[in-house]
């Protein structure tokens, strides 16, 4: 396991190596000068030239993202180019992260605690239940949710809690450094179209694992010896399928890094994928690479975390390593 751990810590940092330097070369090559786009109307040869040399962009491409590099391994996200163009004193993008970082770690968080029970349970008992009256009630919500884009069901939610309940708030008017915890009301939609999706989708994959263990042949034989049903279920099905569903649950937990910039735009929500949207708006190159490499990093380690559950819980994976 030791060995294991070792060899896929050296895949991520390789992994996210890669990523970094295609995510630099990609947003640097863009059309269109950042510092032009900073500027605005204001932009002149002189000041066009005197931010290039403030934010190092007088360098070759490749020794930028070499400094970059360095600095990110040392927590350092650069400057960002808005706050330099404003001679804002809080032009370091390290300062400007904890605030949307910690809001959306709420939000997963809480989001991931309901989706885990959620996806195992209506995927077991609707892969027990398959062909009967209960499966079909778990099934087809969850097919009509897991297949809807997330605007479509946040707008909906929005339409649904708001212009007809007037129950929920439509967007989250939290303030600067505002705990989400402040105005509960705010996390509850959020939360529910990430749900939906992820849920629907994740319940589904869960079901068919537990469906194939179910047709497995040790399942039919203890079956025929007598064991008891609930043993059959506990022992053999869920046991079996548990593997399985790790892995869905992960994917579902990765797709929490791509998912949460798409409802936090919707829902105004002040985490790190709206500051990815307001950067990308903003063309703040250094802010874009700080979100889009902290949600790389985040996905990397879920995949970690996946993979070495599922090594535990199945004991011939263990022995082939070895």
Same mark, same amino acid.
């Given at each position: 396991?030791?060995?294991?751990?070792?060899?896929?810590?050296?895949?991520?940092? @390789?992994? #996210?190596?890669?990523?970094?330097? &295609?995510?630099? %070369? *990609? !947003?640097?090559? +863009?059309?269109?000068? /950042?510092?032009?786009?900073?500027?605005?109307?204001?932009?002149?040869?002189?000041?066009?030239?005197?931010?290039?040399?403030?934010?190092?962009?007088?360098?070759?491409?490749?020794?930028?993202?070499?400094?970059?590099?360095?600095?990110?391994?040392?927590?350092?996200?650069?400057?960002?180019?808005?706050?330099?163009?404003?001679?804002?004193?809080?032009?370091?993008?390290?300062?400007?992260?904890?605030?949307?970082?910690?809001?959306?770690?709420?939000?997963?968080?809480?989001?991931?605690?309901?989706?885990?029970?959620?996806?195992?349970?209506?995927?077991?008992?609707?892969?027990?239940?398959?062909?009967?009256?209960?499966?079909?009630?778990?099934? @087809?919500? #969850?097919?009509?949710?897991?297949? &809807?884009?997330? %605007? *479509? !069901?946040?707008? +909906?939610?929005?339409? /649904?809690?708001?212009?007809?309940?007037?129950?929920?708030?439509?967007?989250?008017?939290?303030?600067?450094?505002?705990?989400?915890?402040?105005?509960?009301?705010?996390?509850?939609?959020?939360?529910?179209?990430?749900?939906?999706?992820?849920?629907?989708?994740?319940?589904?994959?869960?079901?068919?694992?537990?469906?194939?263990?179910?047709?497995?042949?040790?399942?039919?034989?203890?079956?025929?010896?007598?064991?008891?049903?609930?043993?059959?279920?506990?022992?053999?099905?869920?046991?079996?399928?548990?593997?399985?569903?790790?892995?869905?649950?992960?994917?579902?937990?990765?797709?929490?890094?791509?998912?949460?910039?798409?409802?936090?735009?919707?829902?105004?929500?002040?985490?790190?994928?709206?500051?990815?949207?307001?950067?990308?708006?903003?063309?703040?190159?250094?802010?874009?690479?700080?979100?889009?490499?902290?949600?790389?990093?985040?996905?990397?380690?879920?995949?970690?975390?996946?993979?070495?559950?599922?090594?535990?819980?199945?004991?011939?994976?263990?022995?082939?390593?070895?």
């Amino acid at each position: 396991m030791a060995v294991f751990l070792v060899r896929r810590l050296l895949s991520a940092a @390789g992994t #996210l190596v890669v990523v970094s330097a &295609l995510l630099y %070369f *990609v !947003t640097n090559v +863009l059309p269109g000068n /950042v510092a032009l786009v900073v500027l605005g109307k204001n932009a002149t040869p002189a000041r066009v030239r005197a931010l290039d040399a403030r934010l190092g962009y007088d360098h070759s491409i490749f020794v930028r993202y070499l400094d970059w590099l360095g600095g990110v391994l040392h927590g350092n996200f650069g400057q960002s180019a808005v706050a330099v163009a404003l001679h804002d004193p809080r032009t370091a993008i390290s300062s400007t992260l904890s605030s949307p970082l910690s809001n959306s770690l709420i939000l997963a968080a809480i989001a991931a605690l309901l989706l885990i029970p959620l996806t195992f349970v209506l995927g077991a008992f609707s892969g027990l239940f398959a062909g009967r009256k209960l499966d079909n009630v778990i099934s @087809g919500p #969850l097919l009509i949710s897991g297949g &809807l884009p997330e %605007f *479509v !069901t946040g707008s +909906l939610l929005i339409l /649904v809690f708001f212009n007809t309940l007037n129950l929920l708030p439509p967007i989250s008017s939290l303030g600067p450094g505002q705990s989400p915890f402040s105005e509960p009301k705010a996390l509850v939609l959020p939360v529910v179209t990430l749900l939906a999706v992820t849920v629907g989708s994740g319940a589904r994959q869960v079901r068919a694992g537990v469906v194939e263990v179910l047709r497995g042949d040790y399942v039919q034989y203890a079956r025929l010896n007598g064991v008891n049903e609930r043993r059959i279920v506990i022992w053999y099905v869920l046991r079996n399928a548990l593997a399985t569903s790790v892995q869905v649950i992960a994917q579902n937990l990765q797709y929490l890094a791509g998912g949460i910039i798409v409802v936090e735009s919707i829902f105004d929500y002040p985490g790190i994928g709206e500051y990815l949207v307001q950067a990308v708006q903003a063309r703040d190159t250094n802010k874009v690479l700080a979100a889009a490499i902290i949600l790389a990093a985040f996905y990397v380690l879920i995949n970690i975390l996946a993979d070495l559950i599922v090594v535990y819980l199945v004991p011939k994976l263990r022995t082939e390593m070895a």
